[in-house]
């Protein structure tokens, strides 16, 4: 293998590693993004919880008043009933008072229902609060994780980024042009060898007097199909 070829593999290395770091430091605001989905998830199942308790608790109060308001009508009548001599008219305000107390008894049966589902209501939330506070210090974990992953690609980011520029000045002047633009467009990966007479990037046959050339080990030798520089494996 020619001195050529082996400074463009080590640089390719390097331009590789750079690719995958960029590419990890890319996807981890997305793996954040993720995991705070997932907070929001049993966020919102706590605010559900809380808001059919309170909207349950608005009920009770209703339930409450309209009771109270109708013991005071049952009250009033009753006084109605203690002044009036006309029989008649006891009678009738004896029917509106016992309308109001089936009222008072269907309200109180009302009552205990809605009692009943609020304490339901109560261990619902109970359980959301707990799910909530376990997916929030996993998600707090991952959060930490990913922020500890980042400061490290970041740094190591920097000292690879110094061996490329070092290994880039060292690679043979002639051949860098054409490297860089095989590395933009061949994903990454500009220098193949040949493998069983085949190029190593496409995978397509090579024809013969290339694979003379790559067996002399001579320097910037292509691909006829993909372009990407070719070498051969000792």
Same mark, same amino acid.
Request: charged share 35%; hydrophobic share 35%.
């Given at each position: 293998?020619?001195?050529?070829? *082996?400074?463009?593999?080590? %640089?390719?290395?390097?331009?590789?590693?750079?690719r995958?770091?960029?590419?990890?430091? &890319? +996807? /981890?605001?997305?793996?954040?993004?993720?995991?705070?989905?997932?907070?929001?998830?049993?966020?919102?199942?706590?605010?559900? #919880?809380?808001?059919?308790?309170?909207? @349950?608790?608005?009920?009770? !109060?209703?339930?409450?008043?309209?009771?109270?308001? $109708?013991r005071?009508? /049952?009250?009033?009548?009753?006084? *109605?009933?203690?002044?009036?001599?006309?029989n008649?008219?006891?009678?009738?305000?004896?029917?509106e008072?016992?309308?109001?107390?089936?009222? /008072?008894?269907?309200?109180?049966? !009302?009552?205990?229902?809605?009692? =009943?589902?609020?304490?339901?209501?109560?261990?619902?939330?109970?359980?959301? &609060?707990?799910?909530?506070? +376990?997916? +929030? *210090?996993?998600?707090d974990?991952? %959060? @930490? *994780?990913?922020? =500890? $992953? $980042?400061k490290?690609?970041?740094? &190591? %980011?920097?000292?690879?980024?110094? &061996? $490329? =520029?070092?290994?880039?000045?060292?690679?043979?002047?002639?051949?860098?042009?054409?490297y860089?633009?095989l590395?933009?467009?061949? @994903?990454?990966?500009?220098?193949?060898?040949?493998?069983?007479?085949? #190029?190593?990037? #496409?995978?397509i046959?090579?024809?013969?007097?290339?694979?003379?050339?790559?067996n002399?080990g001579?320097?910037?030798v292509? #691909? =006829?199909?993909c372009?990407?520089?070719?070498?051969?494996?000792?």
């Amino acid at each position: 293998m020619s001195p050529a070829i *082996q400074a463009l593999l080590l %640089l390719q290395d390097r331009d590789r590693r750079l690719r995958g770091m960029a590419e990890d430091l &890319e +996807k /981890i605001p997305k793996d954040e993004a993720r995991a705070k989905d997932r907070l929001a998830g049993d966020t919102a199942a706590v605010k559900k #919880c809380r808001d059919d308790l309170m909207a @349950n608790e608005v009920e009770i !109060k209703k339930v409450e008043l309209d009771v109270g308001t $109708r013991r005071t009508t /049952i009250a009033r009548l009753k006084t *109605q009933q203690f002044e009036t001599r006309k029989n008649d008219e006891y009678q009738a305000l004896g029917h509106e008072v016992t309308r109001y107390e089936k009222d /008072i008894d269907s309200l109180e049966t !009302k009552e205990l229902e809605l009692m =009943e589902r609020a304490d339901a209501l109560r261990g619902e939330l109970a359980t959301a &609060e707990a799910a909530l506070a +376990k997916t +929030k *210090q996993r998600v707090d974990e991952d %959060l @930490n *994780q990913l922020a =500890e $992953r $980042r400061k490290r690609v970041e740094a &190591e %980011l920097v000292e690879v980024r110094a &061996e $490329r =520029e070092r290994l880039a000045a060292a690679a043979p002047e002639a051949q860098l042009p054409l490297y860089e633009r095989l590395l933009k467009t061949k @994903n990454g990966i500009a220098v193949v060898p040949s493998i069983a007479g085949k #190029c190593g990037g #496409c995978h397509i046959k090579l024809v013969a007097s290339t694979m003379v050339k790559v067996n002399q080990g001579l320097d910037g030798v292509q #691909c =006829e199909s993909c372009g990407r520089l070719l070498y051969t494996e000792e």
